[in-house]
């Protein structure tokens, strides 16, 4: 249970594997951690530690979750990639390729945005983004599944607090991918990788019109989790994109 300390923010890591690094970043929203992984479809520690230094993380304050610092209400998104960044500094990784779930979808665009000299290639396994049919979903169900474990948990965070966090994380950022805008995309150079999703909180609509906008691409096939077999087939796929991608030993 590796444990990183960057000033008040205590990071909590895993690493699996050698190789070029491969940042994970889990999902299930703002209660993404290491051990919820073990729901995923996959797990990234064990089907890609084979070949490369799989390197995760927990999000920070998560419900569940190791990792805790400051709650950032004026830049919830850039306060994540602080500590993403900070993590590969102090591991001595200069550049990586990247997979996220879920939250890790608009994590990863912030990332590119932030670093994208660093970032070698992207892949984002059924990715959140904003869908007008459920505008304030992410606000309800972040007041409800992690304002109050949090706020219990850390007696000097008051719902004002939460609610300003998710205002400015969620509502503020209310279009396409929550983090970035339709331009950065459809100028961003970075191979992508996009395994879409169609529920609410993974609007299928969101990921192909990224995917569509973005220069260098690749969609999976769709659906892809109705099985073992399709998802090994999805497998197949990301192991061809990062080997494509990751630089030559």
């Known amino acids: 249970m590796p444990i990183f300390e960057n000033g008040d923010v205590k990071i909590h890591y895993e690493e699996a594997g050698s190789g070029f690094p491969l940042l994970v970043l889990p999902g299930g929203g703002l ?3 290491i051990d919820g992984m073990a729901k995923h479809a996959f797990n990234p520690l ?8 799989v390197i995760a993380l927990d999000i920070r304050n998560a419900n569940g979750g190791r990792t805790e610092g400051p709650l950032e209400i004026d830049r919830p998104w850039d306060a994540l990639v602080d500590d993403q960044l900070a993590l590969l500094d102090h591991l001595g990784v ?3 390729m990247v997979l996220g779930f879920c939250i890790g979808g608009p994590m990863i665009w912030n990332l590119i945005k932030h670093a994208g000299d ?4 992207a ?3 059924h990715p959140s983004g904003y869908a007008s049919s459920h505008p304030d979903l992410y606000y309800r169900n972040n007041i409800k ?7 219990e948990r ?3 965070i008051t719902q004002k607090m939460c609610e ?3 205002n400015n994380m969620y509502t503020k950022r209310a279009d396409f991918v929550l983090t970035v805008d339709r331009d950065f995309v459809r100028n961003c150079q970075t191979p992508v990788l996009i395994l879409p999703d169609d529920i609410p909180a993974h609007p299928y609509a969101t990921a192909m019109e990224s995917a569509l906008l973005a220069p260098n691409s690749q969609v999976s096939l769709y659906p892809w989790k109705e099985n073992d077999r399709k998802i090994e087939l999805a497998l197949r796929h990301i192991r061809m994109f990062l080997g494509a991608n990751a630089p030559a030993a």
Do not use: I, K
């Open 123 to 125: 892949t984002l396994v």
């Open 46 to 53: 064990e089907a890609f530690s084979d070949r490369y230094r």
């Open 164 to 166: 300003d966090f998710l």
């Open 94 to 96: 200069d550049t990586f």
């Open 154 to 156: 850390r007696p000097e």
């Open 31 to 33: 209660n993404a951690t």
């Open 145 to 151: 599944g992690w304002a109050p474990e949090f706020m």
């Open 118 to 121: 660093r970032v070698v290639a």
